[in-house]
């Protein structure tokens, strides 16, 4: 999904949601990137402690 700001944004659901959410995770940010002939994705996700 896409943010107005054009960010790409993660929305997690279901079991994933309630493991991330048992983790304590407070953020996921993504990093997308491709060529013609190959994608990738990279997904942080962060427990918002120092």
Not at 3 to 20: I, N, P
């Amino acid at each position: 999904m896409r943010r107005e700001s054009g960010e790409s944004e993660v929305r997690l659901s279901g079991s994933a949601l309630a493991l991330a959410v048992a983790q304590g995770v407070s953020e996921c940010r993504l990093s997308m990137s491709h060529t013609k002939r190959t994608a990738l994705a990279v997904a942080i996700l962060e427990d918002g402690k120092p």
